[in-house]
């Protein structure tokens, strides 16, 4: 049986190399850039998905580059909690498993009863074999591999504190005030998780409104769905930028400008976030802060296309045309997209008329 765990495990552990080429290692690297960076107290807990494209994109993914896709974890567990709570986060987060698995041995040890050795062996495979996962993936954010650790974790202190009871001394905390604590925490942790929910709910018809260019519904369900606990929905895209786009899109650039600046606020680091920032300084005439967002974008994925159109635009329209004809010839060659030849023969003839 521990043969077959075992082989069970590097079988996942070779299935996840080999489907996922090289990326983990790309992400793995940036990462421990982002470490070396927040070595003490880390990028903060749930912050790892917002700073990650800070590092580049250039070698990531083709829908990476473009911000199709937002990639929302580490797949490396360890990397992750280190990354966002820093040293002493990562200690903790070990020194649950050092106990839990210090326990299971001293059952291993001390149990002269052979199911209790046969239990602790088995809990010990469990364990390894969670945290052997948890190096190529991201077991704890899924809850029924959580569930598991959990029952593990009850199984063997449950056992050894049956078999080595521990003493108590005669002062312990009262029960009542144990309860109102443990109450306390369950209703905030309810108020919260209802809060996000429901505001995840709206977010969801805003995003279904969207696909319709219904921009009304967008603007009101974005609106229901706002709350202090939920400022990035789950593909790392800030809900106030969805509501940015549809003031845009109906004309409304004012109020177009202060969600795509309160987007901003919550992910500086989101290329479409920086691109429809840097659209909507330009359509109200702010040419400079413009250019300095489109440049924040192609800092971090320099082959953006629709950033490096945009720009080319704007240095178009400031007559700027050597610099136009250099940004638009960092688009791709064999891109599909008309504008890219449109906007690149545009541009020529008024070098050519300039000469």
């Not at 070779?14 to 690297?29: A, G, H, N, V, Y």
């Not at 990028?43 to 994109?57: Q, T």
């Not at 896709?69 to 992750?80: G, S």
Request: charged letters at 20%.
């Amino acid at each position: 049986m521990f043969l077959l765990v075992a082989i069970s495990v590097l079988l996942f552990v070779d299935i996840q190399i080999r489907t996922s080429d090289t990326f983990r290692l790309t992400i793995w690297s940036k990462t421990i850039d982002m470490i070396g960076d927040n070595p003490l107290l880390g990028v903060g807990a749930g912050n790892w998905r917002i700073v990650f494209p800070s590092y580049g994109l250039t070698d990531m993914l083709p829908e990476m580059m473009t911000g199709e896709l937002h990639y929302q974890r580490t797949h490396n567990d360890f990397i992750w909690v280190l990354a966002e709570t820093g040293i002493l986060g990562l200690i903790f987060y070990m020194g649950v498993f050092g106990i839990i698995l210090y326990y299971a041995g001293r059952i291993f040890r001390n149990s002269n009863h052979e199911d209790d050795r046969t239990l602790s062996l088995v809990m010990i495979f469990g364990i390894v074999g969670y945290m052997t996962i948890a190096f190529f993936t991201y077991p704890r954010e899924r809850i029924e591999h959580s569930i598991y650790l959990t029952l593990m974790m009850a199984v063997v202190l449950s056992r050894y504190h049956t078999i080595s009871p521990v003493q108590f001394s005669k002062r312990r905390l009262h029960p009542a005030f144990a309860a109102i604590v443990v109450i306390i925490i369950l209703c905030l942790s309810f108020i919260t998780g209802w809060s996000r929910l429901t505001a995840e709910i709206h977010t969801k018809r805003a995003l279904m409104a969207r696909q319709t260019q219904d921009w009304k519904t967008v603007i009101e369900e974005i609106d229901r769905s706002r709350s202090p606990v939920y400022t990035i929905d789950p593909t790392s895209a800030p809900p106030s930028w969805f509501r940015g786009v549809a003031y845009f899109s109906l004309g409304d650039y004012d109020a177009a400008l202060t969600d795509f600046q309160r987007a901003y606020k919550y992910h500086p680091y989101h290329i479409h976030v920086l691109n429809n920032l840097a659209s909507c300084y330009e359509v109200t005439s702010d040419h400079d802060r413009s250019i300095e967002y489109y440049r924040k974008a192609l800092l971090i994925s320099p082959g953006f296309e629709e950033a490096l159109l945009n720009l080319s635009v704007v240095y178009y329209n400031k007559k700027q045309y050597i610099k136009a004809y250099e940004t638009i010839s960092r688009c791709d060659p064999n891109s599909k997209n008309p504008k890219v030849a449109a906007y690149r023969e545009e541009i020529k003839k008024q070098l050519d008329m300039g000469q």
